[in-house]
């Protein structure tokens, strides 16, 4: 079945440092994938998505690449703020959709300490 | 504000007991997803249902059901509570029946059963 794995949590940086959340998935075909963020108290919101390998999605200074050789989606951001801090989740969508709704991974929670 | 809304948000009960808990989706969305999010679990697919119809289902038990309306508002009833049901429940909804395109959460309903 279709699974998603990311680095566990919590993950501190200061403010304006370099972040990388790693995200491999495994599917069969080629899925599109989702970073969702959930900030606290809140409901997950989607953050950036990437439908197609080699496919950038960026949004807020978020970037992630869809890599099909290496089945992975890493989050990167080139200088965290404060206002960053919150649970990050990688996510799956079969292609066409899918019987299982998306496939989130368990989540990294990040805290950005100023 | 994503559109969609959950109630109630907070909610405590005993074990054995039943409990409802109500999704309106965001205007125009016929879509709506049911996602349990624990701490061990991490966010897990329960229901989907489309304009009135189950079309996916995930890890949803047998004492859970769901059904979407008319008006297309849902409801998840959760039977014979168990300690660990407790957990955020989340509803999604989207425009189409597939999963690939954003998914919109409501901000979860907090479910403590004692």
């Known amino acids: 079945g279709n699974s998603v794995t990311q680095m566990e949590g919590p993950v501190t940086l200061s403010e304006e440092a370099f972040l990388t959340i790693n995200c491999t998935y495994t599917?069969?075909?080629?899925?599109?994938l989702f970073w969702y963020v959930q900030y606290p108290g809140e409901g997950l919101q989607l953050l950036l998505k990437a439908t197609k390998a080699d496919d950038k999605g960026s949004n807020k200074g978020f970037e992630a690449t869809y890599r099909k050789e290496t089945t992975s989606f890493h989050l990167e951001k080139g200088s965290v703020q404060v206002s960053d801090s919150a649970v990050y989740f990688c996510?799956?969508?079969?292609?066409?959709?899918?019987?299982?709704?998306?496939?989130f991974g368990k989540g990294t929670h990040l805290i950005i300490q100023p | 504000d994503s559109g969609v809304t959950q109630t109630p948000k907070h909610l405590i009960t005993a074990t054995g007991q039943r409990v409802t808990l109500r999704c309106s989706p965001r205007s125009g969305d016929l879509s709506v997803y049911w996602y349990q999010q624990s701490l061990d679990q991490g966010l897990q697919f329960l229901i989907q249902y489309y304009n009135g119809e189950e079309r996916a289902k995930g890890n949803i038990l047998e004492r859970f059901s769901a059904q979407q309306f008319p008006d297309l508002h849902s409801e998840l009833n959760l039977s014979s509570l168990e300690l660990g049901d407790s957990a955020l429940y989340f509803c999604?909804?989207?425009?189409?029946?597939?999963?690939?395109?954003?998914?919109?959460f409501g901000e979860g309903s907090r479910l403590t059963v004692l």
């Open positions: 996510a799956l969508s079969p292609k066409g959709g899918g019987a299982d709704g998306l496939t």
């Open positions: 999604a909804s989207s425009v189409s029946t597939s999963p690939s395109g954003e998914l919109f």
């Open positions: 599917a069969t075909g080629y899925p599109s």
